[in-house]
């Protein structure tokens, strides 16, 4: 699974969330799933710095297989909550 989704023409986007990193800080992390499967999830966060958003991982929703995280992502403290927090939305925006 490539982890992240690189063509926005082939994703929809279903929503987003924010996360508080401190000192008053937060990164957006936007909810999109795969036109061509609809089974499969992609997270990115975009840090407010102008270069837009950026893959995190990529996830099946239903779950069929591990979630394949970026390797800035994989095993940090966040990503559980992360994780949780967009399978919520994903499971929302179920059927397509």
């Known amino acids: 699974m490539n982890p ?3 063509r926005h023409d082939d994703w929809y986007l ?3 969330f924010t996360r508080d990193i401190g ?3 937060t990164i ?3 909810v999109e799933r795969n036109t061509e ?3 499969v999830h992609g997270i ?3 840090e407010g710095t102008g270069l ?4 995190v991982a990529v996830f099946t929703e239903p779950q069929t297989c591990n979630t394949a995280w970026r390797r800035a992502w994989n095993g ?3 990503s559980p909550g992360i994780e949780a927090e967009a399978r919520d939305i994903a499971r929302r925006g179920w059927p397509l």
Do not use: N, Q, V
Not at 52 to 55: E, L, N, S
């Open 44 to 46: 990115s966060c975009d």
């Open 52 to 55: 837009g958003p950026r893959p």
């Open 37 to 39: 499967d609809p089974a």
């Open 14 to 16: 279903l929503g987003e």
């Open 4 to 6: 992240g989704p690189d």
């Open 28 to 30: 957006r992390f936007l």
């Open 76 to 78: 940090d403290p966040m």
């Open 23 to 25: 000192m008053g800080d």
